[in-house]
């Protein structure tokens, strides 16, 4: 009789068990959510570079890579000109192709020298301009005087004024 009433209270016990697992929970159609994110991780710089608008400099922010750039790269992008985002909003750039590669170097008086690939005599006011206040813009300490310098002129040194 001890194995009936172990059978009767074990099975009372799984029943109970399965009533209670399943309690509250309904069955319903497959939740559609979307596509898996996708894409590259956000950046976590920003590179400031001075664009022309309208015949004028203007700081234009761009989402950076997430290690900082060399001075030259962000110069380079001047001389690569703006993005096709920029264009539409009407930034354009003076800074010439053929200026790069650009090198740069601290001179002990906490200044920088941007050197070119082109006659630093022969760019525009507004080339100059760009250059010197995107050189200025990296410099971690503040602003900078800049020298510009290229196939023996040099221009320069001068403070950002955008």
């Known amino acids: 009789m001890r ?3 172990a059978r009767r209270v074990l099975a009372a016990g799984l029943v109970s068990l399965v009533a209670a697992a399943g309690c509250g929970v309904r069955p319903s159609d497959v939740i559609e959510v979307g596509a898996p994110p996708s894409g590259s991780v956000a950046p976590t710089t920003t590179i400031t570079l001075y664009l022309v608008k309208n015949g004028r400099l203007s ?7 997430s290690r900082p750039l060399f001075k030259a790269d962000t110069l ?3 001389a690569a000109g ?3 985002r920029e264009q539409a909003r009407g930034f ?3 800074v010439p192709p053929e200026a790069g590669p650009f090198s740069v170097t601290a001179t002990p008086a ?3 020298v941007v050197t070119l690939s082109t006659a630093a005599g022969e760019l525009s006011t507004l080339a100059v301009e ?7 813009a990296t410099a971690p300490e503040g602003p900078a005087q800049v020298t510009v310098v290229g196939a023996g002129q040099s221009v320069g040194p001068r403070n950002c004024r955008g």
């Open 82 to 84: 703006p993005t096709a």
């Open 3 to 5: 194995t009936g009433l």
């Open 59 to 65: 700081a234009v922010k761009r989402p950076g890579p």
């Open 130 to 136: 760009q250059i010197v206040c995107t050189a200025a």
């Open 110 to 112: 906490g200044g920088l």
């Open 92 to 94: 354009t750039t003076d």
């Open 76 to 78: 380079a992008l001047l």
